[in-house]
């Protein structure tokens, strides 16, 4: 049961473009979205999130895009650099309640080349 | 920067046995997880733990696992008897009370290899 998608695995991009990864959720509950970043042997780092109540959010090279009528987000990266390339992960957790217990898609692996 | 700190980073074990994850939160945190990411599949919440008690929990997180925070400052995850399919990276998690998921940080995990 994916209830939240990112449908593809790995993203390849020149340096100084623009990345944009993508992800779609299911649950109507969901209305907080994380971007997390994962280099190998690491942690999940968090990058950027965005609530329902908003449809952008921006911080320095990285911008969350929220269309809820769409169920979908996508993080841009603009520009790209060689440091950027790692795993990303989009994640989602409901409001209300106590736990957020975060869910998370399969991740994207963003490639950038020099 | 505060940082989650997990040891070992990474455990071989025979399946069967016991083993014991360690974590140390973010000192003022409030909320507590664990999370666990098999090879290549994506990263799955197993359990949430906060005011000493748990508050959630997945089915993957069945009899055989069990979490305690002994003495205020560290947090284990335990596995009585493992299996190979245990076999994964295991990353602790914790966040503030303030902020919905504002602060919520994870460790850099264990590798947990059963053989």
């Known amino acids: 049961d994916q209830q939240v998608k990112q449908n593809s695995p790995s993203l390849s991009v020149q340096e100084g473009r623009i990345s944009i990864l993508n992800c779609d959720y299911t649950n109507s509950m969901f209305d907080y979205f994380l971007w997390y970043k994962k280099y190998p042997a690491e942690g999940p780092t968090f990058l950027i999130s965005i609530s329902s109540i908003k449809d952008k959010n921006e911080d320095g090279r990285f911008t969350v895009f929220l269309n809820k009528s769409a169920k979908h987000l996508s993080l841009h990266i603009v520009p790209s650099q060689p440091g950027d390339s790692a795993v990303y992960f989009c994640a989602a957790s409901p409001s209300g309640g106590s736990n957020y217990k975060l869910t998370f898609g399969k991740g994207t692996l963003l490639t950038v080349n020099p | 920067e505060p940082e989650v700190t997990q040891t070992p980073s990474h455990q071989v074990t025979q399946m069967g046995q016991e083993v014991i994850l360690r974590c140390v939160p973010i000192s003022n945190h409030l909320y507590f997880y664990w999370y666990r990411q098999i090879l290549g599949q994506k990263v799955e919440f197993l359990v949430s733990f906060y005011n000493n008690e748990i508050s959630e929990k997945s089915e993957i997180f069945d009899d055989q696992f069990s979490v305690e925070r002994p003495d205020g400052s560290n947090f284990t995850l335990k596995i009585r008897s493992t299996k190979l399919e245990d076999s994964a990276m295991y990353f602790c998690?914790?966040?503030?009370?303030?902020?919905?998921?504002?602060?919520?940080?994870f460790g850099s995990g264990t590798r947990l290899t059963v053989v």
């Open positions: 998690a914790s966040k503030p009370r303030q902020g919905g998921n504002y602060g919520y940080t």
